[in-house]
T-cell receptor, first 118, second 112 residues
Framework: GAVVSQHPSWVICKSGTSVKIECRSL??????MFWYRQFPKQSLMLMAT?????????EQGVEKDKFLINHASLTLSTLTVTSAHPEDSSFYIC??????????????FGPGTRLTVL | GDSVTQMEGPVTLSEEAFLTINCTYT??????LFWYVQYPGEGLQLLLK?????DKGSNKGFEATYRKETTSFHLEKGSVQVSDSAVYFC???????????FGRGTSLIVHP
């Protein structure tokens, strides 16, 4: 089946620094990638949707200047948390949908990245 | 708006016990319903789904029935194994959207 990887799996950083999280589709071309955030004991909340080669579409309440998303190729999307603060500590999960898939087909999820901001 | 409520965990069972994880939903229209499973260190995987009322989704011994009258989609398995230990997410999707609405997830721990 389709595999999506994320790197790093966990990261600890100091407040004020920026952190980049990579999401890769390993065996298919992902025309659309999604970024989710999950707080402890909470459901996954969609942050943004990105299509290859175009700007990401952010959900209401998500700061696009703080959470920079780049989907430069059909196999890679990156999420950069800029000037991270402790409240940004969370579990970030990406997912991908391949080209040719029906719009209602399920997405393939990455294993997530645990971000801790000190 | 749409929402999914599932029972809080962790659910702790002995091997071969019967499993039920409750899930209820609120949605406009007629949603499709899903169960995803996340094994330790891995991404969410689709476990099963049902797209209309009274449909039963099943996979790997798990099953869930779309109950419109009770707006529920409870996950069941007759005999769990240690390898079933994971976090289970109930989710729904409405209309032509490809974005699921997830529940909070329920952790299942199965002891030998």
């Amino acid at each position: 089946g389709a595999v999506v990887s994320q790197h790093p799996s966990w990261v600890i950083c100091k407040s004020g620094t920026s952190v980049k999280i990579e999401c890769r589709s390993l065996d298919f071309q992902a025309t659309t990638m999604f970024w989710y955030r999950q707080f402890p004991k909470q459901s996954l909340m969609l942050m943004a949707t990105s299509n290859e080669g175009s700007k990401a579409t952010y959900e209401q309440g998500v700061e696009k200047d703080k959470f920079l998303i780049n989907h430069a190729s059909l196999t890679l999307s990156t999420l950069t948390v800029t000037s991270a603060h402790p409240e940004d500590s969370s579990f970030y999960i990406c997912s991908a949908r391949g080209s040719g898939q029906n719009i209602t087909d399920t997405q393939y999820f990455g294993p997530g990245t645990r971000l801790t901001v000190l | 708006g749409d929402s999914v409520t599932q029972m809080e965990g962790p659910v702790t069972l002995s091997e071969e016990a019967f499993l039920t994880i409750n899930c209820t939903y609120t949605a406009t229209g007629y949603p499709s319903l899903f169960w995803y499973v996340q094994y330790p260190g891995e991404g969410l995987q689709l476990l099963l789904k049902a797209t209309k009322a009274d449909d039963k989704g099943s996979n790997k011994g798990f099953e869930a029935t779309y109950r419109k009258e009770t707006t529920s989609f409870h996950l069941e398995k007759g005999s769990v194994q240690v390898s079933d230990s994971a976090v289970y997410f109930c989710a729904l999707r409405t209309g032509g959207s490809y974005i699921p609405t997830f529940g909070r997830g329920t952790s299942l721990i199965v002891h030998p």
